[in-house]
């Protein structure tokens, strides 16, 4: 258990704020969930609640870097509010330079003096300047402010074999050749270390438009040539891990290919992961809904839409376990989220939107499917971090609000890491307008300190429901819940807090825990 769960915990059972929702409305029937405690199941990889942050619209520029000389409190550049919320919620890994962007990107021009350094263009992004003021040692930077892993994605679209490689040795050579000296020179003497290499980004279309078989070919180049020579990376345990790219969302020619590629690959290469991308794009691309201003229509079928996250992994594992049925290559959904209509007055090409209720159990649901599958999920990277697609954070100027997508992975941390253990229910369904989806999702995981917690979300947007659980051993249920008045509630700066969690107490008695769940509810709790 992290400081800040002990810490609410605590405060809580002090204060006796411990929230027991009004179950006023008319109740859906109970849910009775079996928990399997006696079958654990895989470790969840705490990098499967990464981040992915790209140039684009303000998800860098104003998101994360102000610059030094900025009014906005920062660090050697870095604004000091955001780092600060990105600790809280303990992220991994943060994704980078694209995306889209990233088979644009050529690392030199993001190194040296800034005064030095050449403005490009965004040509996929709303075709603005990009500075090159957050390169590499300042996204080094800001990993080591936040305490995450580096998933750099490198440029096989637009760039060389030779460019990637020795981007990678400066990233990672200790040895004092003349690139390491020139990251020493940039003041930073020690060797960096990246945990995940991605082999471009959507080769299918953006990333060079290559067919999976001249894909195949390029990236096994680059899976040979981009090494990293980081000392303290050489063992198995520790080695960086590459992903190539795979599955889009709907087609699986990629899939196919690499992994064939992989099985037959000859000593000179190898991959540890590959890479899915899925959206949640309701009513279809190209995104033409709001992410306000909507009803419970629009939200069942966003439910509907988002829940198909399932069948795509599982389309995708069944033609990985043909060529890797021992799960040596790991599947990254390393792109995912909803993907609304730019804010009206918005630069369509900077991806911003609102974020919501809506979003927050959208949330909830993927990262349920993502631990139901950790034996072969072991990676995703929600897009995108800051102000672009569904966000942790919204920025306005020196203002920033965190949103009930950041208040989810908030409350998901005793996740990371933990020990799936299976979970059964009948959630029963909830319609709307023709849309059926389930109606209550849960997990359970034992964290790394053998801690069982329960994640309980009520999908019914108008009516309260109740998840029981027979434990023997429990006495007590602590956590947070997350709701909301509307569907469509939504944090802002006038009212950063109109979607926030409350402190939670499930009913224990008799062995049996019992959680009431709010309409369009997400709950976490800890059972002692
Ligand atoms: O996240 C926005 C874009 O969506 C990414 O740049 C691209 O990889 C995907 O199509």
Known sequence: MTKRIRGLLACAALTGMLAQPALSQATSAPVAIAIDTAHPGPKISRDIFGQFAEHLGHGIYGGIWVGPDSTIPNVRGIRSDVVQALRAIEVPNVRWPGGCFGDNYHWRNGIGPQAQRPATLNPDWGGVIEPNSFGTDEYFDFLNQIGADAFISENI?????????DWFEYM??????????QRAANGHPAAYKVKYLGLG?????????????????????????????????????????????????GNSDYTEAVMQAWKNKVWSWDL???????YTVTGGWPPHLQSTGFGDAQYAQT??????????ITKQ????????????????????????????GTNPGFLQQQNTMLDAIVASLNLNIFMRHADRVRGSNIAQMINVLQAMILTDGPKMV????????????????????????????????????????AVAARDTAGHLWIEATNVDPDKPTTVTAA?????????????????????SVAHPAAVAPAPYRGRVSGGKVTLDLPPKSVVVVQVQ
């Open 471 to 491: 434990i023997p051993s429990a006495h007590s249920a602590v956590g947070q819940v997350l709701t909301a008045p509307a569907v469509d509630s939504y944090n």
């Open 201 to 249: 980004n959507e080769s299918w279309g953006c990333g060079g438009a290559m067919s999976p078989e001249h894909y195949v070919e390029e990236m096994k180049q680059y899976a040979h040539y981009t090494r990293n020579y980081n000392p303290d990376q050489q063992k198995p345990e520790t080695a960086m891990k590459r992903i190539a790219v795979g599955w889009d969302s």
């Open 172 to 181: 990672t050579s200790a040895q004092p050749t003349t690139l390491a000296k």
């Open 303 to 312: 439910v509907q839409a988002t829940l198909k996250m399932k069948d795509w």
């Open 157 to 165: 679209g637009s760039g060389t074999v030779s460019e990637a490689a």
């Open 402 to 441: 965190l949103t009930p997508t950041y208040h989810v992975y908030h409350m998901y941390v005793p996740f990371h890491d933990a020990t799936f253990v299976p979970v059964s229910f009948d959630g029963g369904t909830y319609s709307n307008g023709g849309v059926t989806v389930p109606r209550v999702d």
């Open 272 to 278: 540890e992961g590959l890479s899915l991308h899925g």
């Open 317 to 344: 594992s069944a033609i990985m376990d043909k060529y890797d049925p021992d799960k040596k290559v790991a599947l990254f959904v390393d792109e995912w989220g909803d993907w609304w209509a730019p804010t009206p």
